[in-house]
Every structure is written in structure tokens, then in C-alpha cells.
């Protein structure tokens, strides 16, 4: 978001989200830990506001503004981390796509290492945000294999919603598919919060694979593929979103 007479200056982590750098929340991490400098000085109040003129850094290295925005959609394969970088030296999933994008992308949400399927990349801060904000409400669709039949009820139970060590997980919708396998909808998503339902109910996952983001289905990408989203998707996933004022807002820019 080049600045302009209209829109002088924006705020330092708007800036870092629209260079590509993290979601405006993660940017924010990243200048309270002291990490960014404006024209050479640390910034740390959140506040600040900067111009496409200032120098901006982040661990000593310059960013600048990126005007194309990247919407990609990923099938994960399951062995896969969702993270920039991974300290233990595990495979990341957005290195998939850093041979056909010069952009730096970042995920949207996240899947766990063992799960497969749709996972959204993107440089579009905003976009992110809206997206990954608990108040979105954004339906997110897995099928889920057993390597024994499903427990008697466990569709039914989930749906109504079950207590594991103290946390409250509950699907939007649950459905048994056959005897080892359940289609199941969230619209909020704990951490690993199927694994969990299922591991406290005695049923061992087989394969965890998501195969729709609101209105965005994998399609027949296969495994380690990845595609542009249209505009058009990018457009019904902020229409979806029950943030409606915002997303409206962020919609407009598209």
C-alpha cells in the first residue's frame, strides 16, 4: 500500500503486514521485541506511524512495500510444519512455494505436522487477520480416517460438544461416513482439537486431511500442489467472514 496524498502514512505493524513480513499481530511481536528500526533507530511503541520515504528494518534487514498481493492455495502434505522456519530442523511447508514466488507468503492459520490438505499462504496482512480472527467464524471441512471403527455415537458427541483435560471442544457439524471414516466442520478450531476429541474417545487417527476453507476446496489439487486463489475466492472467504464490517472494509480493496 504505496503511501500517497490521500494516505500520507500508516501505522509500523499495517506497514510490516503490507511488506509481507507476518499478519499485523505477529508484526506487532516482532517490534515490541525490538527487532525493527526506522531510519536507523529501534522502534518499539506500536503507534508509530512510517511512510514508504522512511527506511524500515527488521533484524537489520530493509523491507519494502509489496504491491502485488498473493492469495495461494496449498494441499499440505502431511510431515510438513506451518511456520517460516522450523528450529528442529523439519521440512516447512511454505517452502513449497518459494521457487515460484519471490514474495515472502505466510500461513494462514495453521495445520499440524501429521495432517494433510488446504492451507492458505498469502502476503496480504489484512487479509490474514480477517481471516484468522476467532469472530470469522470461517467453516473449515477435514475427513478423517481411523485405523479401527468409530466409537458408537462419536459424531453425536462431538457435535454437542466434549470436555477433554479441562477444554470444551465442539464441532459445527459431524458426520460418520462409514465405519472408519467422519466428515467433520469447525468453525473455530482448537489446537489440534480432532486429534483430541478422537484420541479421548480411544479412536486412533489414520489420516487427518482438511479439504475445505469456507468456500475454498482443494478441487483435485493433489498433494504438494498449489494454486493462485481467484479473485472471486479471495472475495467469498471475506464475505463469509461474521466479522462483516471489517472484512466489507478489507473486501473493498480487492
Known amino acids: 500500500m504505496p503511501a500517497n496524498e490521500s494516505f500520507p502514512s500508516i501505522r509500523l505493524q499495517a506497514y510490516l503486514a503490507h511488506c509481507g513480513l507476518a499478519s499485523r499481530r505477529a508484526s ?22 512510517v511512510s514508504e520515504t522512511d527506511r524500515v528494518c527488521v533484524d537489520g534487514k530493509p523491507l519494502a512495500l509489496e504491491e502485488t498481493k498473493r492469495y495461494v492455495l496449498l494441499n499440505k502434505p502431511a510431515g510438513y510444519v506451518c511456520s517460516q522456519s522450523d528450529e528442529k530442523g523439519r521440512q516447512v511447508a511454505v517452502d513449497l512455494l518459494k521457487p515460484t514466488y519471490a ?44 485405523s479401527y471403527p468409530l466409537p458408537e455415537g462419536l459424531a453425536e458427541q462431538f457435535v454437542k ?5 479441562g477444554i470444551f ?39 487427518l486431511e482438511r479439504v475445505r476453507i469456507g468456500n475454498v476446496n482443494l478441487d483435485g489439487l493433489r498433494t504438494g500442489e498449489f494454486r493462485e486463489l481467484t479473485q472471486a475466492d479471495v472475495k467469498g472467504l471475506l464475505a ?4 462483516k464490517e471489517n472484512a466489507d472494509k478489507q473486501e473493498n480493496k480487492i
Do not use: W
Not at 33 to 42: A, K, P, S
Not at 161 to 165: F, K, L, S
Not at 172 to 200: D, Q, T, Y
Open 28 to 49: 506487532e511481536k516482532i517490534i515490541l521485541d525490538g527487532r525493527v528500526t526506522v531510519n536507523g533507530q529501534v522502534v518499539t511503541a506500536l503507534g508509530t506511524k
Open 103 to 146: 514474495e515472502r507468503l505466510y500461513n494462514v492459520g495453521r495445520l499440524d505436522m501429521f495432517s494433510r490438505g488446504a492451507i492458505i499462504f498469502t502476503n496480504d496482512g489484512d487479509f490474514a487477520a480477517r481471516l484468522s480472527h476467532p469472530s470469522a467464524e470461517i467453516e473449515k471441512e477435514y475427513i478423517v480416517e481411523t
Open 161 to 165: 460438544g466434549v470436555r477433554v483435560e
Open 169 to 207: 471442544y465442539k464441532a459445527f457439524r459431524a458426520e460418520k461416513m462409514n465405519s472408519h471414516r467422519m466428515r467433520v466442520v469447525l468453525i473455530e478450531g482448537k489446537n489440534r482439537e480432532i486429534r483430541k476429541v478422537f484420541e479421548n474417545a480411544g479412536a486412533s487417527i489414520r489420516s
Open 240 to 243: 463469509l467472514c461474521k466479522n
